[in-house]
């Protein structure tokens, strides 16, 4: 019905895959945010993309922190079967200051566990990506993906 607020469907999509034109206004956007442009046509300019193609994908992109602040973000993670693994990858989580709600992890084959995590990002005291990050950097971490965000 016209006038009601419908629900956005999102994607987590690689940025490597997206059309260039998706990506300069993303940092065009950036720019804004940031204070390093003042103006639409000054960050326009300076990332080589028309207005047009800026006011065509302004208000669909965004960085994947600002589409996932205060929500649930659920991990897949592939762990080395090592004491100490998952521990660290909850420790690592609490010096973020995100809320874990669900943990569950699959017995351990061939040396492997795959284990899921739900945290929420309320509160977190730096933006999600930098999360990812440091989990994957943790010895023992082998892969890991946002699978869901509410």
Do not use: C
């Amino acid at each position: 019905m016209a006038g009601q607020n419908r629900n956005k469907d999102f994607l987590i999509v690689s940025k490597d895959i997206l059309p260039e034109a998706i990506l300069k206004t993303a940092q065009a956007k950036e720019l804004l945010v940031k204070g390093d442009a003042n103006t639409i046509n000054e960050a326009v300019d300076r990332v080589q993309l028309s207005r047009s193609a800026f006011y065509k994908y302004k208000d669909g992109v965004f960085p994947f922190y600002e589409a996932s602040r205060e929500k649930i973000i659920t991990f897949s993670l592939t762990l080395e079967n090592t004491a100490g693994v998952l521990s660290n990858v909850l420790n690592t989580i609490a010096r973020f200051k995100a809320n874990v709600l669900t943990i569950n992890q699959g017995i351990p084959l061939q040396g492997i566990a795959n284990v899921t995590i739900s945290v929420e990002n309320m509160g977190m005291v730096d933006i999600p990506e930098n999360l990812l990050s440091a989990l994957g950097e943790i010895d023992g971490v082998r892969k890991i993906e946002v699978i869901g965000q509410n």
